[in-house]
């Protein structure tokens, strides 16, 4: 059995388990300012919200502006990353795998691993906090609602998330070292 196989044949071991958790959570959009909330921030943690807060640093001074080229940096990294697993891997969406989970929002692909709504969240953050620590009574509880919307909203596993932010982490540390050796 190839690599590609191996992934596939996991992915359904691990998708029968997870299920259950987006059946659940997918139960909070029933009230309709609950889905409102998460649609909110899945749409904002779509890239808007991390937009405006690097143009906001990047006018801010030369430690905001430092910020914001290592969170393009970051981004543009995390892109390549999150798109190159995609296509590679190929879990389907927990709305694909199962008619009985509820879809709440328009998925951006048709792949759910790993996450990038939660990569960018998660990696955007460590670099702001790097730089700017004061941020993270605003980018904790955010990134935090973005991440589990994408569960809520049915568009990911939980295992998708989780692996969209350690991959997150892993990658802003990455362009953070690397940004120290320019």
Not at 88 to 110: G, H, M, T
């Amino acid at each position: 059995m190839d690599s590609t196989a191996k992934c596939h044949d996991l992915f359904r071991r691990v998708d029968a388990v997870e299920l259950g958790i987006c059946l659940t959570a997918g139960r909070a959009v029933a009230n309709p300012v609950t889905r409102y909330v998460f649609l909110i921030a899945s749409r904002l943690g779509n890239g808007i919200f991390w937009y405006v807060l690097m143009a906001v640093l990047a006018v801010s001074g030369p430690e905001g502006l430092q910020a914001a080229i290592v969170m393009a940096c970051t981004g543009l990294t995390g892109l390549v990353v999150y798109r190159t697993l995609k296509q590679r891997l190929s879990r389907e969406r927990p709305f694909i795998a199962c008619a009985a989970v509820r879809c709440s929002d328009r998925p951006l692909d048709r792949y759910s691993f790993p996450s990038g709504h939660t990569l960018h969240a998660f990696a955007f953050t460590t670099v702001a906090l790097h730089f700017l620590p004061a941020l993270a009574v605003i980018l904790i509880p955010f990134t935090a609602l973005v991440s589990v919307s994408r569960v809520v909203l049915g568009l990911h596993y939980p295992s998708d998330v989780a692996a969209g932010a350690v991959i997150g982490i892993l990658l802003a540390h990455l362009v953070l070292s690397a940004s120290t050796l320019v």
